[in-house]
């Protein structure tokens, strides 16, 4: 891998700012952009995965104290980890201190239980960005913002005295011709109901509600609207979240809020802009890590590890038995390649050898996650009639709320599958009995950026297993296998279920 396409920071994607002073790291205090963590891989216990020190760059390694709560000004004792995969060395992903503040202010806020270290770097490990870095750099931060601290910002009282005092109503009158219906129903709710209502408005609109009539007017007034609605401006996902507070203190919320509206609206503070802009480039990752979930782990399923990824080769896990792919269904070419080498995607593979024939009464169950306005395939289950209890499996994230059937017909040859993926996943499939009609799909067939893609099964004798990569949320690689030239289903090389 390319060391400049983990240069820069996996949150942010600003460039990793490289320290050039051959000095004593702890001689002085570094600025924000130079000040950094890394999260790597660890085989100690208890923990798998951790976070550095505050630390610095040199030479593509980052160099800082294993310990979290330590920067490279409190100790020379400081470890190195490269920025880029190299064999037999520590490498980590490169974040910037402040944007790590914020990560865990944003998750701790809606899942305070969630390992931050963790969470994060498998969802790094697990998304792909090929030839580029993780996010784009040309995004609308403005030159002074990329160089100021995210994490200096006014305090809450400091932003209270920025609150204009002499804040006056605009002097407008409203004329409503006569004769025009009114809706009422939003009169006969109580008025506790109605600001329920109204705080998922953000202020703006609000101030725009008093044009539309005289109630709406009276009740949109500064001096009508409750301490509850300016508080709700500071809950997740409104426009204030950014400061992460705790609602259950006592603030005077309205002069809190319209001071940090004045610092907005002015960029009379750069770094509340920078924050603003920072926090909105994390909320996609931290959506995404709140549907965090462990690979499972299911009596079927055979975890298998690439052999000789360049040529399809798996190695079964715990056995002798080397696979090899016979078609595959991936959205990126290079899926199948090792970790951190084509831009950081580590699958987690599973497989389980396939029945060509399925009695009456066998369901495929398809399970689906949302992510975005997207629907993906996150896992797959085979279910046969008690009486043929053989040949049941499961492969990836069971979800019985999500989870839609396919119902296979009695005896039904099984010829192959269809199916539908994007660059992000697996959207969709559906199953190709022999001699009959296939069956219906299941997922998104179509839709932009959906493309479909027919594994066939050879109608000759071999055992068969089907193979499928994930990510932490879904399957974004399908495989068909078939073992090896030269070694037997008889022996204890093959899985059986």
């Not at 079964?316 to 090899?324: F, L």
């Not at 009695?410 to 009995?433: H, M, W």
Request: charged fraction near 20%.
């Amino acid at each position: 891998m390319d060391s400049h396409l983990n240069g820069h920071c996996v949150i942010c994607g600003l460039y990793l700012h490289h320290d050039l002073d051959e000095s004593d790291p702890q001689a002085y205090r570094r600025p924000w952009y130079a000040e950094v963590r890394g999260l790597y891989a660890s085989h100690v216990p208890p923990s798998y995965v951790s976070i550095t020190g505050i630390g610095i760059i040199r030479d593509q390694q980052i160099l800082a104290p294993t310990d979290q709560n330590l920067s490279y000004t409190d100790t020379a004792d400081l470890g190195q980890w490269t920025l880029h995969h190299v064999p037999r060395q520590r490498w980590a992903f490169g974040l910037h201190n402040s944007c790590w503040k914020l990560l865990c202010l944003r998750l701790q806020a809606s899942t305070p239980a969630v390992d931050v270290a963790q969470a994060t770097f498998h969802h790094f490990q697990s998304i792909s960005y090929v030839g580029r870095p993780r996010f784009l750099i040309a995004h609308s931060m403005p030159l002074l913002t990329q160089r100021t601290d995210p994490c200096v910002i006014p305090t809450p009282e400091q932003l209270e005295s920025f609150s204009e005092d002499n804040l006056t109503e605009p002097d407008w009158k409203l004329v409503i011709q006569p004769g025009l219906p009114q809706n009422r129903l939003f009169r006969r709710l109580n008025l506790e109901l109605r600001w329920e209502i109204l705080s998922y408005i953000p202020c703006g609109q609000l101030l725009q509600l008093r044009f539309v009539n005289r109630e709406l007017a009276r009740l949109a007034k500064f001096s009508s609207v409750p301490a509850k609605y300016w508080r709700s401006r500071f809950c997740l996902h409104q426009e204030a979240d950014n400061l992460f507070l705790n609602l259950n203190a006592k603030r005077d919320w309205r002069r809190l809020f319209l001071g940090y509206r004045r610092c907005i609206k002015g960029w009379e503070i750069m770094a509340m802009g920078c924050r603003v802009t920072t926090r909105n480039l994390l909320e996609p990752i931290a959506t995404l890590m709140e549907l965090q979930r462990p690979v499972p782990t299911h009596p079927g399923d055979h975890p298998v590890g690439p052999l000789d990824p360049q040529k399809g080769h798996f190695r079964i896990v715990g056995s002798r038995a080397v696979v090899e792919v016979v078609d595959f269904v991936s959205g990126r070419l290079s899926e199948l390649r090792s970790p951190l080498r084509q831009g950081c995607r580590a699958l987690s593979f599973r497989m389980h050898d396939l029945a060509r024939t399925y009695h009456g009464g066998a369901r495929l169950g398809v399970s689906f996650v949302e992510i975005g306005s997207k629907t993906f395939v996150s896992g797959m289950r085979l279910v046969q009639p008690e009486k043929y209890p053989f040949g049941n499996f499961q492969l990836g994230f069971h979800n019985p709320v999500t989870e839609r059937w396919i119902m296979i017909q009695r005896f039904a040859y099984l010829q192959g599958f269809c199916f539908a993926y994007s660059d992000e996943g697996l959207r969709g499939l559906q199953v190709l009995p022999a001699g009959r009609p296939a069956t219906y799909w299941v997922g998104d067939a179509e839709g932009p950026g959906i493309s479909h893609r027919r594994i066939g099964i050879s109608s000759a004798p071999s055992w068969y297993a089907l193979n499928v990569g994930l990510d932490q949320y879904k399957i974004v690689w399908i495989g068909l296998c078939k073992l090896k030239s030269g070694q037997s289903t008889s022996s204890e090389n093959a899985p059986t279920a």
